[in-house]
C-alpha cells in the first residue's frame, strides 16, 4: 500500500484511515503506564521461632493475591490490607484460618494513642504471638501512601459497615462505583522463612568485687554474693524492639556501682544478661545455670538474685511489684532487702512496693518469670517489675505507650528506688534515715544522661557495644552462647524477616466486563457505519445541499 502511493495524499485514499480509525481508540483506552500503578514499600515479615518443639508465630512468606479489606475479603485468594487499630482478635482469628494473607499498617505514633486504643493493640500483639500462623502476615511501618491505599480500599466497606452510615447509594451508582474504583494486587519479594542452623543464644556475665590492695581472687570468692540479671529482648511481634529498658536499668547500675567498686567492704556482685527473655522461656538463663551451677559453690548460695522484668512502665510508676515463688522468711536476706525496698520508695513520689506470690506450675511448659529459673534451683530469687500479672501483654510488647521524656522520668524514679535499696542493704545504711540515708546523691547523683545511651543497646550478635559496656566497668566477663540441640531443640530462630512489599494498581473484574461490552458496542458502530457508509454519505450530501441552496 505504501509502495503504490505516490504522495502523502495517497495514504488517505487507501484503506488506512479505516484501520486508523478501529484500532487507535482501543490501544488509547487499553494502554496504561505500569510504573505510575507500582508501589513499593518495606515490610517485616511477623516473627516465627519454635519453643520446646512448639511453633509460634508466621509459618509462610510467599505472598502474591488481590488486596482487600477488612470487611469485603473472603477467600483464600484475598490478602487483607488494614491497619492495627482496626483489627480486634476476632477479625485476626477469621482471617488466620480463612484468608490467603495479611499486611498490617503499624500506628505511626502509639504514644498519641488513647488509653483503649493501647490495651486493646496491646491485647491483639499478645494473642497473635501466642500461637501458629499459617498465613503470611507482613508489618509496614506507618507510610501516608500505604495508609491512602488502605482508604481507598475500604471507603465503600467502611460506609457501609459504620452505625450511623448514610442511606446506601442507588443501584446505578453502585455499578459504576465498582467499575471506576481501582484494585490492587499484593505480591511480596524477598522473602523466605528458612531455619537459621546458627541459631544462638548469648548470656554475657560479668562481676564487681572489692579491689583493695592485698585482696587476691580467691579471698574475693569468700565474700557475699548478690545477682543481678535482665534479658536483652531482640524481638517480638516483628524482630524489632524500640528500647530494652530492663538492660539499660542493669547497665546503670553498672555504671553507678563500679564508682564504689574498691570500697564495697562485704560483697560481690554479679550481673548477668541473656538474650532470651519470656518469648524463649529464659532459655539463655536456664543454660546458664546448668552450666555454672554445679561447678560453682558460691552461685549455689548467692544471698538473693534479683531479676529485672519490665521497669519504666509509666502506666504503673506509682507501684513496684515484687514477684516470688515462695514467700522470704523473716530474718533472711531477701526479706531484709524488701523492707528496705519499700522504706526507699517512699522518698520518690510515695512508690508503693508490693509483694507477689506465684507457686511454680511445673506442668506448664512455659515459665512465668524468670527467677523461677533460679528458684527451681534452691536459690533465692525474685523479679522487680512494673506489671502485676505475669500475662500482662506490656512485657513483650514493641510498641512504645509513653514519651521519651515521660519514659525516662519513670526510669530515673525506678532506677534511684533499685539503686539505693541495693546499696543501702550492701552497706547496712539504715533506710527509715530519709534523704539522710541517700548514698548516690552529688557527685554520684543518677540522672538520665546516665540511662539515656544504654536505651538502643543492641545485641551482642549485632555489634560489642554490650561486650564493651560490661568491660568498662566489670571483671572477669564472659560471653557464652546457648545453642539448640540438634535432636530435640528447645528453641528454633528463622530467618529473612525482611522483605518488599509491592503494591500494584489494577481493575477490578467488573471493569473488565464493562470494557468488553463498550469495545463490543464500538466495534459494532464502526461496523454497521462502514457497511452502511453510501446511505450516510447521500444523508450527509444531501444536508450540504440544502443548507447550500438556503443561503
Given at each position: 500500500?505504501?509502495?503504490?502511493?505516490?504522495?502523502?495524499?495517497?495514504?488517505?485514499?487507501?484503506?488506512?484511515?479505516?484501520?486508523?480509525?478501529?484500532?487507535?481508540?482501543?490501544l488509547?483506552?487499553?494502554?496504561?503506564?505500569?510504573?505510575l500503578?507500582?508501589?513499593?514499600?518495606?515490610?517485616?515479615?511477623?516473627?516465627?521461632?519454635?519453643?520446646?518443639?512448639?511453633?509460634?508465630?508466621?509459618?509462610?512468606?510467599?505472598?502474591?493475591?488481590?488486596?482487600?479489606?477488612?470487611?469485603?475479603?473472603?477467600?483464600?485468594?484475598?490478602?487483607?490490607?488494614?491497619?492495627?487499630?482496626?483489627?480486634?482478635?476476632?477479625h485476626?482469628?477469621?482471617?488466620?484460618?480463612?484468608?490467603?494473607?495479611?499486611?498490617?499498617l503499624?500506628?505511626?505514633?502509639t504514644?498519641?494513642?488513647?488509653?483503649?486504643?493501647?490495651?486493646?493493640?496491646?491485647?491483639?500483639?499478645?494473642?497473635?504471638?501466642?500461637?501458629?500462623?499459617?498465613?503470611?502476615?507482613?508489618?509496614?511501618?506507618?507510610?501516608?501512601?500505604?495508609?491512602?491505599?488502605?482508604?481507598?480500599?475500604?471507603?465503600?466497606?467502611?460506609?457501609?459497615?459504620?452505625?450511623?452510615?448514610?442511606?446506601?447509594?442507588?443501584?446505578?451508582?453502585?455499578?459504576?462505583?465498582?467499575?471506576?474504583?481501582?484494585?490492587?494486587?499484593?505480591?511480596?519479594?524477598?522473602?523466605?522463612?528458612?531455619?537459621?542452623?546458627?541459631?544462638k543464644i548469648?548470656?554475657?556475665?560479668?562481676?564487681?568485687?572489692?579491689?583493695?590492695?592485698?585482696?587476691?581472687?580467691?579471698?574475693?570468692?569468700?565474700?557475699?554474693?548478690?545477682?543481678?540479671?535482665a534479658?536483652?529482648?531482640?524481638?517480638?511481634?516483628?524482630?524489632?524492639?524500640?528500647?530494652?529498658?530492663?538492660?539499660?536499668?542493669?547497665?546503670?547500675?553498672?555504671?553507678?556501682?563500679?564508682?564504689?567498686?574498691?570500697?564495697?567492704?562485704?560483697?560481690?556482685?554479679?550481673?548477668?544478661?541473656?538474650?532470651?527473655?519470656?518469648?524463649?522461656?529464659?532459655?539463655?538463663?536456664?543454660?546458664?545455670?546448668?552450666?555454672?551451677?554445679?561447678?560453682?559453690?558460691?552461685?549455689?548460695?548467692?544471698?538473693?538474685?534479683?531479676?529485672?522484668?519490665?521497669?519504666?512502665k509509666?502506666v504503673?510508676?506509682?507501684?513496684?511489684?515484687?514477684?516470688?515463688s515462695?514467700?522470704?522468711?523473716?530474718?533472711?536476706?531477701?526479706?531484709?532487702?524488701?523492707?528496705?525496698?519499700?522504706?526507699v520508695?517512699?522518698?520518690?513520689?510515695?512508690?508503693?512496693?508490693?509483694?507477689v506470690?506465684?507457686?511454680?506450675?511445673?506442668?506448664?511448659?512455659?515459665?512465668?518469670?524468670?527467677?523461677?529459673?533460679?528458684?527451681?534451683?534452691?536459690?533465692?530469687?525474685?523479679?522487680?517489675?512494673?506489671?502485676?500479672?505475669?500475662?500482662?501483654?506490656?512485657?513483650?510488647?514493641?510498641?512504645?505507650?509513653?514519651?521519651?521524656?515521660?519514659?525516662?522520668?519513670?526510669?530515673?524514679?525506678?532506677?534511684?528506688?533499685?539503686?539505693?535499696?541495693?546499696?543501702?542493704?550492701?552497706?547496712?545504711?539504715?533506710?527509715?534515715?530519709?534523704?539522710?540515708?541517700?548514698?548516690?546523691?552529688?557527685?554520684?547523683?543518677?540522672?538520665?544522661?546516665?540511662?539515656?545511651?544504654?536505651?538502643?543497646?543492641?545485641?551482642?550478635?549485632?555489634?560489642?557495644?554490650?561486650?564493651?559496656?560490661?568491660?568498662?566497668?566489670?571483671?572477669?566477663?564472659?560471653?557464652?552462647?546457648?545453642?539448640?540441640d540438634?535432636?530435640?531443640?528447645?528453641?528454633?530462630?528463622?530467618?529473612?524477616?525482611?522483605?518488599?512489599?509491592?503494591?500494584?494498581?489494577?481493575?477490578?473484574?467488573?471493569?473488565?466486563?464493562?470494557?468488553?461490552?463498550?469495545?463490543?458496542?464500538?466495534?459494532?458502530?464502526?461496523?454497521?457505519?462502514?457497511?452502511?457508509?453510501?446511505?450516510?454519505?447521500?444523508?450527509?450530501?444531501?444536508?450540504?445541499?440544502?443548507?447550500?441552496?438556503?443561503?
Open positions: 500500500m505504501f509502495e503504490e502511493a505516490d504522495n502523502f495524499a495517497d495514504l488517505f485514499r487507501g484503506g488506512l484511515p479505516y484501520y486508523l480509525l478501529i484500532t487507535l481508540p482501543i488509547i483506552i487499553c494502554s496504561s503506564n505500569p510504573v500503578a507500582a508501589s513499593e514499600f518495606g515490610v517485616q515479615r511477623m516473627s516465627q521461632y519454635d519453643v520446646h518443639g512448639v511453633p509460634y508465630g508466621c509459618r509462610a512468606s510467599a505472598l502474591n493475591l488481590e488486596a482487600k479489606s477488612l470487611y469485603t475479603w473472603q477467600t483464600s485468594r484475598h490478602c487483607v490490607l488494614t491497619r492495627l487499630q482496626d483489627m480486634t482478635i476476632d485476626f482469628r477469621e482471617i488466620r484460618a480463612k484468608a490467603g494473607g495479611l499486611v498490617v503499624l500506628p505511626e505514633d504514644a498519641a494513642l488513647s488509653l483503649e486504643e493501647k490495651e486493646h493493640i496491646h491485647l491483639l500483639e499478645q494473642a497473635m504471638m501466642m500461637q501458629e500462623v499459617p498465613i503470611p502476615v507482613y508489618f509496614s511501618r506507618y507510610d501516608p501512601k500505604l495508609s491512602g491505599i488502605i482508604d481507598e480500599v475500604t471507603r465503600t466497606a467502611v460506609r457501609s459497615h459504620k452505625p450511623n452510615a448514610p442511606a446506601r447509594p442507588s443501584a446505578l451508582s453502585e455499578m459504576f462505583g465498582s467499575v471506576s474504583a481501582n484494585g490492587y494486587q499484593i505480591a511480596i519479594s524477598g522473602a523466605s522463612h528458612a531455619i537459621n542452623k546458627q541459631s548469648p548470656i554475657i556475665q560479668g562481676e564487681l568485687a572489692p579491689s583493695k590492695p592485698g585482696k587476691s581472687i580467691d579471698s574475693d570468692s569468700k565474700l557475699p554474693l548478690i545477682i543481678v540479671t534479658h536483652l529482648d531482640t524481638f517480638g511481634l516483628t524482630n524489632t524492639r524500640q528500647s530494652n529498658t530492663d538492660v539499660a536499668i542493669l547497665l546503670t547500675l553498672v555504671e553507678l556501682f563500679s564508682k564504689l567498686h574498691a570500697s564495697i567492704p562485704k560483697y560481690r556482685l554479679m550481673f548477668l544478661v541473656s538474650e532470651s527473655g519470656l518469648l524463649l522461656n529464659f532459655q539463655g538463663m536456664k543454660k546458664w545455670l546448668d552450666s555454672n551451677l554445679d561447678e560453682n559453690v558460691q552461685i549455689q548460695h548467692a544471698e538473693f538474685v534479683v531479676c529485672l522484668d519490665t521497669i519504666g509509666l504503673a510508676q506509682d507501684s513496684l511489684y515484687m514477684h516470688v515462695k514467700p522470704p522468711k523473716e530474718g533472711t536476706a531477701m526479706s531484709g532487702f524488701y523492707k528496705t525496698l519499700r522504706t520508695a517512699q522518698r520518690y513520689g510515695n512508690v508503693t512496693v508490693e509483694g506470690h506465684k507457686k511454680i506450675n511445673l506442668a506448664d511448659t512455659l515459665l512465668a518469670w524468670e527467677h523461677e529459673r533460679f528458684s527451681m534451683k534452691r536459690m533465692p530469687a525474685f523479679t522487680l517489675s512494673n506489671v502485676k500479672g505475669h500475662k500482662d501483654p506490656l512485657r513483650n510488647t514493641i510498641f512504645e505507650d509513653d514519651t521519651a521524656e515521660e519514659r525516662l522520668e519513670a526510669l530515673e524514679r525506678n532506677v534511684k528506688i533499685i539503686a539505693e535499696a541495693l546499696a543501702s542493704h550492701i552497706y547496712n545504711v539504715p533506710a527509715e534515715n530519709g534523704a539522710a540515708g541517700e548514698i548516690f546523691t552529688g557527685s554520684m547523683a543518677i540522672s538520665r544522661d546516665q540511662i539515656l545511651p544504654w536505651l538502643k543497646i543492641a545485641s551482642t550478635q549485632q555489634n560489642h557495644d554490650l561486650k564493651h559496656a560490661f568491660e568498662k566497668y566489670l571483671r572477669n566477663v564472659k560471653v557464652t552462647y546457648d545453642k539448640p540438634a535432636r530435640e531443640p528447645d528453641f528454633m530462630l528463622y530467618d529473612d524477616r525482611d522483605a518488599l512489599l509491592n503494591i500494584y494498581s489494577v481493575k477490578p473484574a467488573p471493569f473488565d466486563l464493562f470494557l468488553t461490552c463498550m469495545i463490543a458496542l464500538y466495534l459494532t458502530g464502526i461496523y454497521f457505519a462502514i457497511f452502511h457508509f453510501p446511505k450516510l454519505y447521500g444523508f450527509v450530501c444531501r444536508m450540504t445541499v440544502v443548507k447550500t441552496k438556503v443561503n
